[in-house]
């Protein structure tokens, strides 16, 4: 009886363990693929181009009032009084405190309303991989992205096509 026992203890060291692990799929996704097919990316691209060009107008008219007011003060400094020179100056100083305050507020403006229109997008993508990995057995769904996936294997399914087919886009 020893002997079997030790025979049966020599015969499960041998085999692999690997055997009883349950196999696990893994998939990728080029979700900005995906992202970029939505029918909606199109309207909240002009909307930015909108946006970006009201901006762009609103900082020209500052420059223009810079470029005004400078050159005026350039031509008139030596006829002005004291008093007014230092009004002038300080005048000129708010436009351009104005002017480099304003573009970093328009890059921010305009990265939230951006954020703003793809959330909604990007909740959308995501039930649908949500749903693809369901359906298909998936244990992970990771960005098809080399800076964050260093290796994928040819065991990895690209699921891109199938979440772009339950979004219904091409």
């Known amino acids: 009886m020893d002997k079997m026992k030790k025979i049966i203890l020599s015969l499960l060291l041998f085999i692999p363990w690997g055997m009883f692990a349950q196999v696990q799929k893994h998939a990728v996704v080029d979700e900005m693929s995906v992202i970029g097919a939505m029918p909606e990316i199109p309207s909240v691209e002009t909307e930015i181009a909108k946006l970006t060009k009201e901006f762009q107008a609103e900082y020209q008219k500052l420059l223009d009032d810079y470029n005004r007011k400078f050159s005026a003060f350039t031509q008139q400094q030596d006829s002005l009084s004291e008093n007014i020179k230092i009004l002038r100056l300080q005048e000129i100083q708010e436009i351009t405190t104005k002017t480099q305050n304003f573009v970093p507020m328009a890059e921010e403006t305009i990265a939230r309303k951006r954020q703003e229109l793809l959330t909604p997008i990007q909740e ?47």
Request: charge should be positive; glycine fraction near 8%.
């Open 124 to 170: 959308k993508v995501q039930k649908a991989i949500q749903e693809v990995g369901a359906e298909n057995g998936l244990a992970y769904i990771l960005p098809k992205d080399p800076q964050i996936v260093l290796y994928s294997g040819s065991s990895a399914i690209d699921v891109t096509d199938k979440v772009k087919a339950k979004l219904g886009i091409k």
